[in-house]
């Protein structure tokens, strides 16, 4: 089985550009999410969705991040515009619903690592 | 956001040796996780635990969900060099978010 699918891998910008990473969830998944990597800030997650609908983006840095779940197979996180703190790793999970844990294990990508130079 | 501290940050440890990490949680949680993260790669689920006193193996992997409910440990015995990765804690409430702690990166010399 296919498991959840981003890109791009690796991506370098020039601050200022628009950023789009995309991320394919493992099919029948119903909840998705986004998360971010650094070495300062560790594993923190930005937004979930689950059955296409964001139900927290409390961890939203900034009006510069924007998510979008136009159905079950696709999600996008952009960044515009964005700047040098925005480089880091960034993951797209998927579990077959949100919820109770002991049914539902989140897989994660293998991520999309941005450079913002 | 919340985070769940891990200790230690790092270790640097001899092929063969036993390894102990540990996370805990001003909170308690339900559901405790233990991601491996490779180089270059996402988190994979190594453990779950899923009741307070629960010791869970998984080879040569142990995790213990601890009876507060407010910290968990994992061990690695007879390290080998595959062993490398960053190790996470992630803990849940009910149906809460995951929470992750902030990593526990382990080195493996031959």
């Known amino acids: 089985d296919a498991g959840v699918i981003q890109s791009p891998r690796h991506e370098v910008t020039e601050m200022g550009q628009e950023v789009t990473l995309r991320c394919k969830p493992i099919?029948?998944?119903?909840?998705l999410f986004w998360y971010r990597q650094t070495m300062m800030r560790g594993l923190e997650l930005l937004i979930y969705?689950?059955?296409?609908?964001?139900?927290?983006d409390s961890g939203m840095p900034e009006d510069r991040f924007s998510a979008k779940m136009p159905n079950a197979s696709f999600s996008t996180l952009k960044i515009q515009p964005s700047e040098p703190r925005d480089s880091a790793v960034y993951f797209c999970?998927?579990?077959?619903?949100?919820?109770?844990?002991?049914?539902?294990?989140?897989?994660f990508g293998e991520g999309s690592w941005l450079t913002v130079v | 956001g919340q985070q769940l501290n891990q200790s230690p940050q790092s270790m640097f440890i001899q092929e063969g040796e036993d390894v102990s990490m540990n996370c805990t949680s001003s909170?308690?949680?339900?559901?405790w996780l233990w991601y491996k993260q490779d180089p270059g790669e996402g988190p994979v689920l190594l453990i779950a635990?899923?009741?307070?006193?629960e010791l869970t193996s998984n080879g040569r992997l142990t995790a213990q969900f601890g009876i507060t409910r407010k910290d968990s440990f994992l061990n690695i015995s007879a390290s080998i060099p595959s062993d490398v990765g960053i190790y996470f804690c992630?803990?849940?409430?009910?149906?809460?978010?995951?929470?992750f702690g902030t990593g526990t990166r382990l080195q493996v010399f031959p």
């Open positions: 999970a998927s579990s077959l619903s949100l919820g109770d844990l002991i049914r539902n294990t989140i897989y």
């Open positions: 099919s029948g998944h119903n909840s």
């Open positions: 969705f689950n059955n296409n609908v964001p139900i927290d």
């Open positions: 909170s308690i949680f339900n559901t």
């Open positions: 635990l899923y009741k307070a006193g």
């Open positions: 992630a803990g849940q409430l009910y149906t809460d978010k995951l929470i």
